[in-house]
């Protein structure tokens, strides 16, 4: 029982980690404005997947890298956060399984494209982390292009100058507890209080991607 009842409070601690990170993957896309390509200095920070039936095509990361080039953003420290979906998409795509055309893509072939979290090569210089946690469900039409079933993939640079979000703890993780005398336990709550917010948008972009056609 002891052992069970200790289990709870890092359950919970995991449970308000991982709500933080949803909240944090959801301020992107919800700070730009929806079915618009949101575009600074002539680069599209929004934007359909431009795969076959909507789903993510290598030359994304290229449309991407521009638009954060064009809005001035620093090109160090690239980071895409992605559904497991496009991973999959990227791995079986025939450009980068047809080693004997492009060998620079062995690696990916050979190990995988991930290892734990994260990818084990990059793509046009975006080191690419895979999350469950992304915005997802979304229906949008931009620039004629409609998507359902989509999620929001972002693309940005972790450059500690220019992070495109900001947020506050006001409260870390605080564990109560008291004894329910009517059913005779003890009961545990763990309670925090934090807020993020789009801060840098023109180095955020937001690729939609069709998560449904693995």
Known sequence: MSRLVSSFVPKQSRAIAKAMETRILEVGPDGQTASDLNTINGGDHRFVGTGTNDVIAVTDFARAKYALQKANVPMTNLVAIVDPSVEFEL???TQL???SNNPRWEG??????STGM?????????????SQ?????MSETIDAN???????????SAASDIVPFVGQLRQ?????????KDFQREEFITTSRYGFKLFRPENLVTVITDSSTV
Do not use: C, H
């Not at 990916?108 to 494209?113: A, E, L, T």
């Not at 409609?146 to 940005?156: D, I, K």
């Open 91 to 93: 791995s079986t795509q």
């Open 97 to 99: 399984t047809n080693i």
């Open 108 to 113: 990916i072939v050979r190990d995988g494209m």
């Open 118 to 130: 994260k990818f084990i090569m990059n793509v046009y210089g975006f080191d690419v982390w895979v």
């Open 133 to 137: 946690n992304l915005k997802s469900g």
């Open 146 to 156: 409609s998507v359902t079933n989509g999620v929001a993939n972002l693309f940005f």
């Open 172 to 180: 870390p993780p605080k564990v109560d507890s008291e004894f329910n």
